[in-house]
């Protein structure tokens, strides 16, 4: 077994050097094949210093165990990186394997630093601090993709509260939401 201190959570076909690659699907270059919904996961606790799950959390059943469970694996201090389509995307809606969608709000009930948490500490144990935040824009895709847009990465403050609002007015503004936890 792979013996790394990195997760590469629902890894698929993006295998990883120097990451434990997990899936669903025994896939060549997988490591460990378990289905995340079904608890406790094949790992011990404070085992990794680095988990990365894109792509993932929407596909699970439920949000707040999956968050516990990563926060049991994950080392004190060590950091998740997690990309999501964005609640009222067309990415969140058109594949029907997805069961959640997510908001950028959803991560504040989990960091002691914001009042979602400190209100409603009772929905999780998992606790982190959010260290980054970033609202992926790619104009007009899926339908009209136009090759000299590349991804546009929104993380200032004030640009983000300008396009979380218009992001929460109309769908598809934003398509993925990519957010870097620290566990506390």
């Keep these: 077994m792979n013996n790394s201190s990195k ?14 690659n997990h899936d669903i699907a025994d896939i060549d270059g997988i490591d460990v ?20 799950a894109f792509d993932l959390i929407e596909h ?4 707040f165990p999956v968050m ?4 049991k694996i994950l080392k004190p201090g060590g950091i998740i990186k997690i990309k999501v389509p964005y609640w009222n995307s067309a990415f969140c809606h ?8 997510i908001h950028e709000i959803t991560f504040h009930f989990m960091d002691p630093n914001k009042e979602l948490c400190r209100t409603r500490d009772y929905y999780t ?10 609202f992926v824009l790619i104009p007009f895709l899926p339908y009209l993709p136009l090759p000299f847009i590349g991804k546009i990465r929104v993380r200032r403050k004030i640009s983000k509260r300008i ?14 939401l990519e957010v870097t936890l620290k566990k506390v």
């Excluded at 997760?7 to 990451?19: E, Q, S, V």
């Excluded at 516990?68 to 926060?71: D, F, I, L, T, V």
């Excluded at 144990?125 to 970033?134: G, L």
């Excluded at 396009?163 to 993925?176: A, Q």
């Design 68 to 71: 516990e469970e990563m926060h």
């Design 125 to 134: 144990t998992a606790r982190f601090n959010i260290i980054d935040e970033v």
């Design 7 to 20: 997760l590469n959570l629902g890894a698929g076909k993006d295998i990883r050097r120097d990451y434990v």
């Design 33 to 52: 094949v378990h289905n995340l919904n079904n608890f406790p996961w094949p790992w011990g606790e404070d085992r990794f210093d680095e988990i990365i």
């Design 163 to 176: 396009i979380g609002f218009f992001g929460n007015l109309f769908s598809n503004v934003i398509l993925d």
């Design 60 to 63: 699970l059943d439920e949000f």
């Design 94 to 101: 058109m594949d029907p394997t997805h069961k959640q969608s």
